[in-house]
């Protein structure tokens, strides 16, 4: 399973349904949807991650060739920091990213890194470009706000 292959089978399993297949069209979701949030530092402590949240989308541009437009060719899903070191960790599907300095294949945890291990960014290595909620989760229904309006009856003593 490729990286948007699973972000797609997660969020099909949850109930989203517009989601697209490859890693180009779902940022081009969040993007229409007003979601994304570009990141241009490589410092984890960037005051541009300071709205990532756990659930989130990540993306890259670089991790392949590509000729389509845009060059997003891959994402990720923020899972937060662990509570025993505090790093950020993300959950996806690749082949080469690492987990505690490990590398993992396949659909696994991954460490959240903005810069690739080697020092600096350069022409045709990976790039993070930003992050987006999901478009459409935890969207309050009409009826929602309906019920969140009455007031609950009061029940009788007895």
């Known amino acids: 399973?490729?990286?948007?292959?699973?972000?797609?089978?997660?969020?099909?399993?949850?109930?989203?349904?517009?989601?697209?297949?490859?890693?180009?069209?779902?940022?081009?979701?969040?993007?229409?949807?007003?979601?994304?949030?570009?990141?241009?530092?490589?410092?984890?402590?960037?005051?541009e991650l300071d709205e990532l949240k756990p659930g989130d989308l990540l993306f890259w541009t670089g991790t392949y060739k590509v000729e389509h437009d845009p060059p997003v060719t891959h994402t990720m899903i923020y899972l937060g920091t662990k509570k025993e070191t505090g790093k950020p960790v993300m959950v996806g599907s690749s082949d080469g990213r690492t987990y505690e300095g490990k590398q993992q294949f396949g659909v696994s945890v991954f460490d959240f890194k903005t810069t690739p291990a080697k020092s600096g960014v350069s022409e045709g290595q990976p790039r993070f470009v930003g992050y987006a909620k999901i478009p459409g989760l935890g969207k309050k229904t009409p009826n929602d706000e309906e019920r969140a309006k009455e007031k609950p009856t009061p029940s009788p003593n007895r």
Do not use: P
Not at 4 to 20: A, M, P, Q, T
Not at 27 to 39: C, I, L, P, T
């Open 1 to 47: 399973m490729d990286c948007s292959g699973f972000i797609y089978y997660v969020l099909r399993k949850n109930g989203i349904e517009d989601i697209s297949r490859s890693a180009s069209e779902q940022y081009v979701w969040v993007r229409k949807a007003g979601n994304f949030r570009a990141v241009l530092s490589r410092d984890l402590d960037s005051f």
